[in-house]
């Protein structure tokens, strides 16, 4: 891949981004860096492909806004094919193409990922669900859907929230399924983070006097 190349596909994936509203863009970016900050210790011995992984860092969310819009039934799928055509049109063989639409297709819809590009690129799309990134996103989130602090505690202490946005986020914050042994590593790590902070939250929230 030349930058001319590698600007093209950044181009492209952000016009779709932007889409989205303001925070898909960085979402990109900041799965693009943790694929490749797991590829460093999960290459293994066969090795793996950077720039196929990359390129599905960067493209694996094109068609979001097209199923935000009620225009796809899942980005996944429709994903995978739009990157698919437009890593054809911009001149990469159907070997790279095919391998970049296998990873965006299976970060969806729990279908098995063939490839290690296609589970690295899984977990560190789920791992920037949690977090401090994941807490942040949750409360944009609520700010987004008029949830005050109060009811994303209760909601995050509750076994069973009633479902909403801010609920399914809750949700990713505390699942945890990854294929990665570096990925359950990091996620170990954010999930503390994650208990440390609705506790101090719960604890602020229940004071009475001081
Ligand atoms: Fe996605
Ligand atoms: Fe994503």
Redesign the pocket.
């Known amino acids: 891949m030349n930058s001319e190349q590698l600007n093209t596909i950044k181009k492209y994936a952000k016009e779709q981004m932007v889409k989205l509203g303001l925070h898909g863009w960085p ?2 970016k900041r ?1 693009e860096r943790l694929c490749v900050l797991i590829s460093k210790y999960e290459a293994g011995d066969e090795g793996l492909d950077l720039e196929v992984l990359r390129l599905a860092a960067l493209l ?2 094109v068609a ?1 806004h097209l199923e935000k819009k009620g225009d796809s039934g899942d980005h996944g799928d429709d994903g995978a094919v739009m990157a698919q055509n437009f890593l054809r049109s911009i001149g990469f063989d159907e070997a790279k193409a095919s391998l970049v639409s296998h990873a965006i297709r299976v ?1 969806t819809h729990g279908e098995e990922p063939l490839s290690v590009e296609a589970r690295i690129l899984h977990d560190a ?1 789920f791992l ?1 669900k949690q977090g401090a990134v994941g807490i942040a996103s949750v409360f944009i989130k609520a700010c987004l859907t008029d949830k005050t602090i109060e009811e994303v505690a209760e909601m995050y202490a509750s076994e069973n929230p009633k479902p909403s946005y801010v609920a399914k986020h809750i949700r990713w914050l505390k699942k945890q399924q990854f294929y990665t042994e570096t990925a359950k590593r990091i996620a170990g790590k954010r999930d503390g983070i994650v208990h440390a902070f609705f506790e101090a939250l719960k604890n602020e929230l229940d004071v009475e006097d001081f």
Do not use: E, G, L
């Open positions: 979402h990109i799965v694996h969310d979001k970060h799309d920037d």
